[in-house]
């Protein structure tokens, strides 16, 4: 009874220990606006107007929410999350844009462990596993710094972790009608993740792996292959409506039904891939330079994980793994060959930031859950179990404690920003401004 009647910690704790790092210390910078990403989108959000119709909101050329036609002629992000800022800072006029922003990243963030949470429920049917998988995430250092960043990923993240969610609704779904409304409302996520960030592409491939295999291998209560044909179709339909309305701007015409792409926005993507490929001399690309396959790999093991969190990872693909092979089972097997596809590509990257890597994570916390369902795990000895688990929870706590440690920085002012306010305090400038205030009090600013 005792355990009946707490079983809601297993979602609180988690999101309460997300929400504390993801909210802790969001004006760090003292509203400097240090990160050039960032000033550049609170730039250009700050200089776009919302349109007064839904066909001016269509229309590239006249769309006074198109960047391009108020001066930023190579904007390379999604429309979608500025149009989230702007609504938002609406709601909120005297805060800060910078500010609204990023509290709007880090709902986002606790929405994607929301999603965690639900598909773990539906797919190992375990609370243990539910919590283990949210908490995991929760203590992610990298999803963690991108919270306090005004930057597209983590509104792509949450919509590419819902595709997920809606993916598995619709492999377990037996029911026609709505097998095709998860069908359709993959697409529908998947076309918003594109127009917050169009690499989110990628993730295109996971429902539609499952639908084709739910084709190739229909299930037993399927009586014929006609339901997942039809879900293709919704999914196709819906993901091209979706991505035309929340980007509108990178297509030619502002008629809803003309798909043709603006040859403009399709020179700015050749661009942007010339530059972070290495194809062209761009000074912010030389880091990735002579860096090795295994170079993202060490970053996220030591610093967007951390080392017991990287542990726990890999322990829990392990599971999955031995799931798959098991169970024979071929959701998990499209998971397990998803996740490695993604993983390949991204390593294969010029540019290896770990923030690239995200969108993946939710799965991998997911696949996690895959310990405390495994036969043989659950057939050790009683003292070996006792021991396994206390290894995975000791990986938990230090994730822990390292997420504790990577906060702290949070809790103090910026070095730069320090730097800085020290050289004005101590270093005289060639020239100096008296400025009074109203308490009369002479004030030195330095020009």
């Not at 594109?194 to 539609?208: D, E, H, I, T």
């Not at 993983?343 to 770990?354: G, P």
Request: charged share 15%; with cysteine.
């Amino acid at each position: 009874m005792f355990r009946k009647r707490f079983h809601f910690l297993y979602w609180l704790i988690p999101l309460l220990l997300a929400f504390a790092f993801r909210f802790h210390g969001l004006n760090w910078d003292e509203l400097h606006v240090l990160n050039p990403d960032e000033r550049f989108l609170v730039q250009v959000t700050e200089s776009l107007r919302l349109p007064a119709t839904f066909r001016e909101w269509m229309d590239p050329g006249a769309s006074p929410f198109n960047p391009e036609n108020r001066g930023f002629d190579f904007y390379v992000y999604g429309t979608l999350p500025l149009l989230f800022a702007k609504l938002a800072s609406g709601i909120f006029p005297t805060t800060p844009l910078v500010l609204t922003a990023r509290v709007l990243n880090a709902v986002f963030d606790l929405l994607t462990l929301v999603c965690i949470g639900v598909i773990s429920g539906l797919l190992w049917r375990n609370r243990r596993a539910v919590f283990i998988s949210m908490l995991g995430y929760a203590f992610l250092v990298a999803a963690i710094q991108q919270a306090h960043f005004f930057t597209v990923d983590l509104p792509a993240v949450f919509f590419c972790t819902l595709t997920l969610l809606l993916s598995v609704l619709f492999w377990q779904e037996q029911r026609t009608a709505r097998l095709l409304l998860w069908a359709a409302l993959s697409g529908l996520a998947l076309g918003a993740a594109m127009a917050c960030k169009v690499s989110a592409a990628f993730f295109v491939l996971l429902p539609a792996m499952l639908i084709l295999l739910r084709i190739i291998r229909p299930q037993k209560t399927d009586r014929s292959c006609w339901p997942a044909l039809a879900g293709l179709a919704a999914l196709t339909l819906t993901l091209a409506f979706s991505f035309r309305i929340f980007q509108p701007y990178a297509f030619e015409s502002a008629s809803l039904l003309n798909f043709t792409l603006s040859p403009r926005w399709l020179e700015t993507l050749r661009e942007l891939a010339a530059q972070s490929g290495g194809a062209v001399v761009f000074p912010p690309a030389w880091q990735w330079a002579d860096r090795s396959f295994t170079f993202v790999f060490k970053n996220l093991a030591l610093y967007g994980a951390g080392i017991p969190l990287t542990f726990f990872l890999l322990t829990g693909l392990f599971f999955a793994a031995i799931q798959a092979i098991r169970r024979k089972d071929a959701f998990l097997a499209v998971t397990l060959g998803f996740s490695g596809a993604f993983a390949i590509w991204q390593a294969c990257q010029f540019s290896q930031m770990m923030r690239y890597w995200l969108p993946l994570f939710p799965l991998l916390f997911v696949l996690c859950g895959a310990v405390f369902i495994d036969r043989d795990f659950a057939e050790l000895p009683g003292k070996t179990q006792k021991i396994g688990r206390i290894v995975m929870a000791g990986a938990l706590a230090l994730s822990g404690f390292w997420a504790v440690g990577f906060s702290a920085i949070y809790a103090r002012p910026h070095t730069r920003v320090q730097a800085s306010d020290w050289i004005y305090r101590h270093i005289p400038a060639p020239l100096q401004a008296g400025i009074e205030t109203e308490d009369g009090a002479i004030h030195t600013q330095q020009v």
